[in-house]
């Protein structure tokens, strides 16, 4: 199981950060702060129970800078996935030089967060496997675990939360058609139909043909077991 203490100032986000890591498989909220200061004293003090701080950047009495610079002086090492709403390159860079091993900007969909913790959970995975001395391929896979990968754009037409809607559609319903996916989410067959090609393109979807019913094969989508992209 991952530990994982969520810093953020509004009680609203916490709940909501708190709901999204509770529908994750191998994650649990083990603390919550509200601030810079608290956040700081609580990986310090719980520091061996503390595997994955979300920390959230901007907060009143401090930021998530200033959390990283004091407890990397202290030397702990937890890891951090930064959620941000600044879009800062200066802030990103200092970020990443302070050991962040991803970074969530908001506003962002269920299915980006989930993506992203399964990406550091894949992260976990190979870094156990690779104890010892790493191979320079078993290096390359680590890194490529925690590095999200370009998407490809979205075609005219096509809304990013309607993808997303479609997309825990077939990770939590699949296999789908496009039928059952359109009657699902109330939209038309043929609209439902882009989205889940789109998905395939993307590397997130395979597409099978269903047997089993009268007529032409039915093509279903379900969800990649290592999907390329975040």
Request: with cysteine; hydrophobic share 45%.
């Given at each position: ?20 890591l509770a529908?994750?498989?191998?994650f649990e ?5 509200t601030?810079?200061?608290?956040a700081i ?9 503390i595997d ?11 930021t998530?800078?200033?959390v ?6 202290r030397g702990a090492a937890v890891d951090?996935?930064a959620?941000?709403?600044v ?6 860079r ?5 050991g ?9 969909t ?10 550091y ?12 001395a790493?191979?320079?391929?078993e290096i390359d896979a680590?890194?490529?675990a ?5 998407r490809v754009a979205?075609?005219k037409?096509?809304s ?15 296999p789908?058609?496009?039928a059952?996916?359109?009657?699902r ?7 439902a139909?882009?989205?889940?090609e789109?998905?395939v393109?993307e590397?997130r979807?395979q ?5 089993g019913?009268r007529?032409?094969p039915?093509?279903?989508?379900a ?8």
């Open positions: 199981m991952i530990r994982v203490l969520l810093v953020d100032d509004d009680a609203l986000t916490l709940e909501l950060h708190r709901d999204y529908r994750l498989d191998d909220a083990v603390a919550e702060c601030g810079a200061r608290a004293d609580a990986v310090l003090e719980r520091g061996d129970e994955l701080v979300l920390l959230d950047v901007t907060m009143p009495d401090g998530g800078l200033d990283l610079r004091h407890v990397r002086a951090v996935i959620i941000t709403g879009r800062d390159a200066d802030v990103v200092q970020m990443v030089s302070l962040v091993a991803q970074c969530l900007v908001k506003p962002f269920f299915a980006v967060f989930r993506e992203r913790l399964e990406q959970r894949e992260f976990r995975r190979r870094a156990a496997e690779a104890a010892g790493p191979t320079q391929a680590l890194l490529g925690l590095r999200p990968a370009t979205l075609p037409g096509l990013a939360d309607t993808l997303a809607r479609i997309s825990d559609e077939v990770r939590e319903r699949g789908v058609s496009a059952e996916a359109a009657q989410l109330g939209m038309s067959r043929v609209a139909r882009r989205y889940l789109h998905l393109t590397g979807a597409r099978a043909a269903r047997y019913t007529g032409r039915e093509s279903e989508y969800w990649a077991q290592h999907p390329s992209l975040p």
